[in-house]
């Protein structure tokens, strides 16, 4: 059973920072290449960071790039995403999944909810 929990979202204020975590069971995450996704209330969900399998190489929006870090510990089958410098923009829902894995996309997790505001 493909399982993504997401944590560590909250309410913070501009500037400030959090780190969120996505722990994932049911396939071989070590593998598998990884992504945060984030969605506002009203919008489509938008890639935000992705790392490969073994974190060799990243890529993130532009919109948080020198901002967000993403990682990975392959041994606890866990992503992380490090925000720091956060905006009010930044608010919304975030996710994780298998950005390539056609079957894991089928699998969504709660997310966790991250809200930027003074």
């Known amino acids: 059973q493909v399982r993504l929990v997401e944590s560590g979202g909250g309410l913070v204020q501009p500037g400030g920072s959090l780190r969120l975590s996505c722990a994932a069971s049911g396939f071989t995450f070590s593998i598998t290449d990884m992504s945060w996704y984030r969605q506002a209330p009203g919008k489509e969900r938008e890639l935000v960071a992705t790392?490969?399998?073994?974190?060799?190489?990243?890529n993130y929006a532009d919109s948080v790039k020198g901002r967000f870090t993403i990682s990975r510990d392959n041994a606890k089958n866990t992503l992380y995403l490090q925000m720091n410098s956060l905006k009010p923009e930044d608010t919304g829902v975030y996710f994780c999944n298998a950005p390539t894995s056609l079957r894991l996309r089928n699998y969504w997790g709660q997310g966790t909810q991250v809200t930027v505001s003074s």
């Open positions: 790392i490969t399998a073994f974190g060799r190489n990243t």
